[in-house]
Nanobody
């Protein structure tokens, strides 16, 4: 079983920055992709950014140029550097990891979420 634990959320003023971290632990064979999603009150969960094992990244249009996703493979950790934050970035941010638990079984795990609040 794979556990994902996020950290780094908090309250910040508009224009400020935050850095989220997510550490994967447990038993797994490989992690193929990690990503960040967010869910604002009354809205559906949406993709923020993803990064593949080869380093390819993908961003939501709303965060391009402001957010940067990166990962430390040796530490099984993914980061989300968020700059120029806007009030509309306020949401619970969730980490997602996908890969192989063993050579036969895939996993698709979620963290518990971390709150990001941007004040105007």
């Amino acid at each position: 079983q794979v556990q994902l634990v996020e950290s780094g959320g908090g309250l910040v003023q508009a224009g400020g920055s935050l850095r989220l971290s997510c550490v994967a632990s447990g038993r797994f064979f490989s992690i193929n992709a990690m990503g960040w999603y967010r869910q604002a009150p009354g809205k559906q969960r949406e993709l923020v950014a993803t990064i593949l094992s080869g380093g390819s990244t993908n961003y939501a249009d709303s965060v391009k140029g402001r957010f940067t996703i990166s990962r430390d493979t040796a530490k099984n950790t993914v980061y989300l550097q968020m700059n120029s934050l806007k009030p509309e970035d306020t949401a619970v941010y969730y980490c997602n990891g996908q890969g192989m638990g063993d050579v036969f079984h895939k996993f698709d795990s979620w963290g518990q979420g971390t709150q990001v609040t941007v004040s105007s």
